[in-house]
């Protein structure tokens, strides 16, 4: 069967067969080299470069699946400027190679200029494109038709031809991805296993075991959270490649003697555990973003005055292993809070997704400007240099704004008439909660039993007896910090420095 030339959807159709087979290569390349995936890449620099509106109207849309929105854009653009590519290549095979290249050039720059990766981080990029671009011509090519007998036709486009090669170009390109999905995977799970492994001096002996059982209220709130369950949150679309071998932290800028630890070496530190509530400044009021564990590690002002603070330095700015950064002042690691190097959470290694192998904990500070996660180097600095959220139009100074939020019982819960229990968590870090109050509806504030306060960098839980009258009620909660500051209840959003309100919930009570 043939015919002079391949239709537009023909042309399409090789278009996204070779589209989707030069992002097989790209992916496969980099999995057996070891480099970022060239998706992966240019992910990544979206996700850096998105100006801010993009990233809140993604985050408004897609929350903490964001990042998988992000890759479905990624490729559903991808297919159709494929399609479109091999749709105009039909006439123009150059355009086809044209098209091919731009993309293979975004990849290549893009997985080039990731941290931590070398001009070698673009050859996925250029041989997926290169291979692409040469499917599709070939593709489109008309060529000469053996034909049973004799005479021959000159020249022509084979439909039957194409149906097979084009095929064959969708197993292999999904082979490829599958494959290299598959080496992604085992790289992470060599991680993961690495990260199992069980840390000198950690609990079972330490403070996990020793939480008094009065830090709990409700058996349905836990005071540690569940590693399991600990909130999530960076700006890393694959974790980075962490080779414990080679890997350091170092500690440098304006210190007098800049110094440098591997991994073993921070093990063989003195190890301190400390309970510590971690919050993001982007946690709603009664939000989710905000997790309470037990973090051991080395306290950073030892680590700190053995190298000496220079005057004039106003600014711890750390770096993770993916270019990720933050800063915060000075006197936060030296004024005597427990800022740590983290090397475990609550009885385990740090695990990867919480910045394994080491992460910074700095009591009293939202997250997002002073926890760096797969931590690469810790540089004394002045407010020149800016961590990765200022630009980006969040405060340059992040102290967690005091919180409460009722979790018994859950918001719009139907609950039965009679005595029930009111039940929450407060939170202060590094000044402490000295009272939480709750009112139903426009009634009097009443006064929560605290439980046992166990330190002032981590959450307090709280509970309220209440004989509940049948109806529709709205619950109130707020909580006054031990410098005697109620929490406003003037509603902030979380940009740029936390939100800030009381908590209110609905239940129906029959
Ligand atoms: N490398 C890196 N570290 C990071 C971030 C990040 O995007 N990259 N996000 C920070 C923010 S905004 C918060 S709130 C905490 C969250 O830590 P968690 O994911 O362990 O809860 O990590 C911080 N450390
Ligand atoms: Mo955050």
């Not at 890997?247 to 921070?266: A, H």
């Not at 915060?328 to 919480?354: C, I, K, Q, Y």
């Not at 007896?465 to 707020?478: C, F």
């Not at 500051?485 to 740029?496: K, L, M, S, W």
């Amino acid at each position: 069967m043939t015919t002079d030339a391949p239709s537009r959807l023909e042309g399409a159709a090789a278009g996204l067969v070779s589209g989707a087979l030069a992002v097989g290569v790209g992916m496969l390349v980099a999995a057996i080299t070891d480099v970022v995936s060239p998706i992966d890449a240019v992910g990544s620099e979206v996700i850096d470069r998105a100006p801010l509106w993009l990233k809140e109207l993604a985050i408004r849309w897609f929350g903490t699946d964001d990042k998988l929105a992000l890759r479905i854009g990624i490729i559903t653009l991808l297919a159709v400027a494929a399609a479109a590519l091999g749709m105009a290549a039909r006439r123009r095979a150059w355009i086809g190679w044209t098209g091919f290249g731009v993309f293979g050039l975004i990849g290549a720059l893009a997985a080039a200029h990731r941290p931590g990766e070398s001009v070698g981080a673009a050859v996925p990029s250029v041989l997926g494109a290169l291979v692409g671009g040469w499917v599709l011509q070939r593709a489109l090519r008309p060529r000469p038709i053996e034909v049973p007998g004799p005479s021959q036709v000159p020249l022509g486009w084979d439909r039957r031809r194409f149906l097979v090669t084009g095929g064959a170009t969708a197993v292999a390109a999904a082979a490829a991805a599958g494959v290299a999905t598959a080496l992604e995977g085992k790289r992470v799970d060599d991680l993961r296993e690495a990260a199992a492994a069980p840390l000198p001096s950690a609990s079972p002996t330490g403070l996990v075991n020793e939480i008094p059982s009065g830090a709990t209220v409700d058996p349905s709130i836990p005071f540690i959270t569940p590693t399991g369950d600990f909130y999530r949150i960076d700006t890393a679309l694959s974790f980075p490649r962490v080779d414990l071998k080679k890997w350091r932290v170092d500690i440098k800028g304006m210190v007098d003697t800049p110094l440098s630890f591997s991994y073993d070496e921070l093990l063989a530190m003195p190890q301190e555990e400390r309970v510590v509530t971690l919050c993001c400044v982007s946690n709603e009021v009664g939000g989710e973003y905000v997790g309470n564990a037990v973090w051991q590690g080395v306290m950073l002002r030892d680590v700190l005055d053995r190298a000496g603070v220079q005057p004039g330095a106003e600014q711890v700015f750390s770096t993770s292993l993916d270019g990720w950064t933050c800063g915060f002042p000075v006197e936060a690691a030296l004024d005597g809070r427990d800022a740590m190097l983290v090397v475990g959470m609550n009885g385990s290694t740090l695990p990867l997704e919480h910045g394994y192998p080491v992460r910074l904990v700095v009591p009293g500070l939202y997250g997002y400007v002073s926890a760096t996660k797969w931590l690469e180097k810790i540089e004394l600095t002045t407010w020149d240099r800016q961590g990765y959220w200022v630009p980006r139009g969040w405060s340059r100074l992040g102290p967690i704004k005091t919180q409460s939020r009722i979790d018994v019982p859950r918001a719009n819960a139907k609950v039965a008439a009679g005595p029930q229990k009111i039940a929450g968590v407060a939170w202060a870090q590094h000044t402490g909660i000295l009272s939480v109050e709750v009112r139903v509806d426009d009634g009097e504030w009443q006064q929560a039993r605290l439980a046992t306060d166990v330190s002032d960098d981590a959450w307090r839980q709280w509970v309220l007896d209440w004989d509940a009258p049948a109806g529709e009620h709205r619950i109130t909660v707020r909580a006054t910090d031990k410098t005697g500051a109620t929490q406003t209840e003037d509603r902030a959003p979380v940009a740029p420095d936390g939100a800030t309100g009381w908590h209110a919930i609905r239940v129906k009570v029959s």
